[in-house]
């Protein structure tokens, strides 16, 4: 592909939906003391208020309960942290500005850290006292006209360490380089001049052999983007495959021989003035498209069909020798989640139920092209932020960890309350649920030194005590999920609930 289309590709995504403003700078907003009411009888809300601090460390912190001592590594974490700047507070979840955070774990010692990404958004915001871009949904007050993408990058959904280096990743823009020690921000990683500004998504697929895929979606030009990246970091190919329909995909699937992407029925058909979710448009009659891509050849690809859903995370995907792909994720009717729930809750609004997303097991016939889909647990479980071992990525495996909430128990609440340990192939899980006040946030798997894959190990993750408004780190063993954490540390502060996050055991 010649320079000038990747350039024209890398200027648009969210980069196209310019905004106007809804409130002049003086006023007031709304939104905030709607926000700031209902957090005075729904403390749950204390996970979306935000913070304003730049950076945050407690240096040694004690693990109450049994530390397993083979555990060493650190946890980096990210997600939407500032969701306040001046009298403007944001309209939606994802448009908080990113805090990258790093948790070391050693000899039942943890350390925290966590700094926010200087992005081009953040540094510019944060020198003038205001709101100056519209976000993924958003429409700050005299909001400024942007060119690129990477304008508007929060860099607030996930991190990857990949041959040492680390990075904080967004949906529609670049990555930015993060020091793995101090936190700093060292700017956007450019893989090749060529590739300059693609969009490189949140959810990158690594095999076990360092191996990265990855996709990235170009909604105004009506194209997507492929990676493949060598272990040691070397950017081996690009692709671009046009889309008729852009569907806002988030995460994809990796096979040994394919690359799928799902695009549910969410089309951007944008309008003068809208956001970026705004240019969105559900469409229950019409199918979701599953665009199936040979890894070797981007050119050579084809499209299978399901009915209408909306997905927002794969736990993994394999192929048989018949040319059978197999995965599995968490699938709901509608994307109304992102386009109601994370919206509202920012205006506190807090008593609606979302459409929760049930865990399904997918396969798709390569030879025909025939996909099919079945419900892997009973409908009142709802589950989320599916992670793996990452030694089965793109291979056959049977676990996956999730978190999760039955609505059959207790009083339902549009926050999971629990982790799982779920077998994609007979449907049975461990699950452990958190004490009332308490929310957890994804959880990792992180194997035992010198373990079979999928077998010793233990699964950690954060929650957020709202009561007390502390951020626990969490151990479990893996095979006694049930029994609960085996250790735990209290940070002395709340952090906001964030996103994705990455184990490096190699860090300590
Ligand atoms: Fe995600």
Same mark, same amino acid.
């Given at each position: ?27 007031? +907003? ?38 397993? $001592?083979? /555990? ?14 001046? =009298?403007?507070?944001?309209?939606? &979840? ?16 943890? %350390? ?36 690129? !993408? ?34 700093? $921000? ?6 090749? %001049? ?16 360092? $191996?990265? &895929? ?17 272990? @040691? ?37 944008? @309008?003068?003035?809208?956001?970026? /979710? ?5 469409? !229950? ?9 040979? @890894? ?13 859903? &909306? ?6 995907? &394999?192929? +048989? ?40 097991? *997918? ?15 009973? =409908? ?8 793996? =071992? ?18 059959? *128990? ?44 999928? %077998? =010793?190990?233990?699964?950690?993750? $954060? ?14 063993? %893996? ?14 502060? !709340? ?14």
């Amino acid at each position: 592909m010649k320079r000038r289309k990747f350039v024209q590709l890398a200027a648009t995504g969210m980069g196209a939906a310019l905004c106007p403003p809804l409130l002049s700078a003086s006023n007031v +907003d709304p939104w905030k003391q709607s926000f700031d009411a209902s957090l005075k009888t729904h403390p749950e809300l204390l996970g979306f208020k935000g913070i304003q601090d730049e950076f945050l460390e407690s240096p040694d912190i004690h693990f109450e309960g049994s530390f397993p $001592t083979a /555990l060493n590594g650190v946890l980096y974490r990210n997600g939407p942290t500032r969701h306040e700047i001046g =009298d403007f507070r944001y309209r939606h &979840w994802f448009d908080g500005d990113g805090m990258v955070h790093s948790f070391h774990l050693h000899e039942g010692r943890l %350390s925290h850290r966590g700094k926010m990404i200087q992005t081009h958004k953040y540094r510019e915001e944060r020198a003038a006292g205001r709101a100056m871009y519209a976000g993924f949904g958003s429409h700050p007050p005299e909001a400024r006209n942007v060119t690129h !993408a990477d304008q508007l990058n929060t860099a607030n959904i996930s991190v990857l360490v990949h041959h040492g280096e680390l990075l904080a990743l967004w949906e529609a823009g670049s990555a930015h380089i993060i020091d793995e020690k101090t936190l700093e $921000t060292r700017g956007i990683k450019n893989w090749s %001049s060529e590739a300059k500004g693609l969009p490189f998504s949140a959810h990158p697929r690594v095999e076990p052999d360092g $191996t990265l &895929w990855n996709f990235g979606y170009a909604s105004s030009f009506g194209a997507l983007v492929l990676w493949h990246i060598s272990p @040691k970091g070397h950017l081996l190919r690009n692709g671009v495959i046009p889309i008729e329909r852009m569907g806002m995909p988030h995460d994809f699937i990796v096979t040994e021989k394919h690359i799928v992407i799902m695009l549910p029925p969410f089309h951007f058909e944008p @309008k003068p003035g809208d956001s970026f /979710l705004e240019a969105h448009h559900w469409h !229950a009659d019409r199918a979701t498209q599953l665009l199936i891509v040979d @890894k070797n050849d981007f050119t050579q690809y084809r499209y299978a069909e399901l009915p209408a859903q &909306w997905v927002f995370h794969f736990g993994n995907g &394999w192929e +048989d020798q018949h040319g059978i792909i197999h995965f599995d994720a968490p699938r709901a009717a509608d994307p109304s989640v992102m386009t109601e729930f994370f919206r509202g809750i920012m205006n506190g609004k807090f008593d609606t139920l979302p459409e929760g997303s049930i865990h399904h097991r *997918y396969r798709i016939d390569t030879r025909t092209g025939i996909a099919t889909e079945e419900a892997l647990t009973g =409908d009142s479980l709802t589950t989320d932020f599916p992670v793996i =071992d990452h030694r089965v990525s793109t291979r056959p495996y049977q676990q996956v960890v999730c978190l999760g909430s039955d609505r059959a *128990y207790g009083k339902p609440s549009p926050l999971f309350d629990s982790v799982l340990r779920l077998n994609v192939q007979s449907g049975n899980y461990d699950i452990y649920t958190y004490p009332d006040h308490q929310i957890p946030e994804e959880h990792l798997f992180v194997p035992a030194p010198r373990s079979a894959p999928e %077998s =010793d190990g233990w699964i950690i993750g $954060t929650s957020l005590d709202y009561l007390s408004k502390q951020t626990k780190l969490n151990v479990f063993r %893996s095979e006694s999920l049930a029994d609960g954490p085996i250790a735990v540390a209290t940070l002395p502060y !709340a952090l906001p609930l964030g996103l994705h996050g990455k184990f490096n055991p190699s860090s300590s």
